[in-house]
């Protein structure tokens, strides 16, 4: 039986996460409010020389006009106008997993375009596989995405979702476009051609950072069993006790990833119970991250940088290597 003194901390840690939450929707929505129009992005001249250049220019087409589908909704949330919305919300394993009709219509989209200008590629989508499994990843030219990243965030109104894209050759991923339409973000990246935001050069700055000066992130998503959320509880408890500058919560395991590549954030992590991630929550973000120059492996060490697997469910990517032994010297011994 937990003590009020454990049960308080628990509550404590949970207020961190949620006023830390709150910050950063505040922090988002100054920022899209000196968003110019959407549709004026520029796809970098580095990538234009990759040969993923035509992946790109479709990914950025289709993730945009995915965006703005989202775009009214959130603008409107908390007015009257939200009235004149119906998200046709439908649950899926549980009623914390659930999708609105405008993931499945981003979905469909997105989907018809990749094929009409790539017929002979193969698909693997949130919503189309839903809680069936997930197809394996071949050799074949394969696109993953997801239509609607942080889902709950988009349904709350909440600034911090996003559109996904990332394509794989030969059973790795090599290109990932994200698009955060309420922030005015657009986030592209090319294996071996480095990342961008907003057509600028992500550029590594904290290389060094250790976990007592670092801002760790890590998503409850839909575990609801006892046991687990003690274990993930566990974890940033030891992680705060041990000392960090902050513990985050974004609800877009995408934008956390794009988050460590920019150094908002220095680490995230997930995976310790059955909240662990799937390929298209990692793939475009990967392929950011790592070209950005951050390191991303599985909690379990059944993979490294080079050889990263989109279908572990755990993984912590961070700022610096060092940073990520000792968060998985905290998170590993809790894993379920």
């Not at 989202?70 to 659930?98: I, Q």
């Not at 193969?122 to 030219?141: A, F, S, V």
């Not at 998503?221 to 030891?238: F, L, P």
Request: hydrophobic fraction near 40%; charge should be negative.
């Amino acid at each position: 039986m937990a003590t009020r003194s454990t049960e308080a901390q628990t509550i404590g840690l949970v207020a961190t996460s949620v006023a830390a939450g709150a910050a950063l929707c505040y922090a988002a929505l100054s920022m899209s409010k000196r968003t110019t129009s959407p549709h004026k992005y520029e796809i970098p001249d580095a990538i234009q020389a990759s040969p993923f250049k035509e992946h790109v220019r479709l990914a950025v087409d289709l993730a945009i006009t995915a965006g703005e589908n989202m775009r009214a909704y959130c603008e409107e949330k908390g007015t009257e106008a939200e009235l004149g919305h119906d998200l046709n919300v439908s649950t899926k394993k549980n009623p914390e997993d659930f999708c609105t009709k405008i993931d499945v219509e981003n979905e469909k989209m997105v989907m018809d375009g990749i094929l009409q200008s790539f017929p002979n590629h193969k698909i693997i989508g949130e919503e189309t596989t839903g809680t069936g499994k997930i197809p394996p990843l071949t050799n074949d030219p394969t696109w993953i995405i997801d239509p609607i990243d942080g889902t709950t965030n988009f349904a709350s109104g909440l600034p911090m979702c996003c559109v996904s894209i990332g394509f794989c050759m030969d059973g790795k991923p090599v290109m990932g476009v994200v698009y955060a339409p309420i922030t005015g973000e657009l986030y592209i990246a090319a294996s071996g051609y480095g990342a961008f935001r907003n057509a600028a050069k992500i550029v590594q700055t904290k290389k060094n950072t250790p976990l007592k000066e670092a801002v760790i992130c890590f998503e409850f998503g839909y575990a609801r069993d006892k046991k687990e959320v003690s274990a993930m509880v566990g974890v940033v408890e030891s992680i705060m006790n041990h000392g960090c500058r902050a513990s985050r919560q974004v609800g877009s395991g995408v934008l956390d990833l794009c988050y460590v590549a920019t150094g908002r954030l220095d680490a995230v992590y997930a995976g310790v119970a059955s909240e662990g991630w799937k390929p298209w929550d990692y793939c475009a973000g990967y392929v950011i991250a790592t070209e950005a120059g951050c390191v991303m492996e599985s909690l379990n060490q059944l993979d490294s940088q080079e050889s990263f697997d989109l279908y572990s469910k755990s993984h912590i990517c961070a700022q610096n290597k060092g940073l990520l032994e000792e968060v998985r010297a905290f998170a590993k011994p809790r894993m379920l």
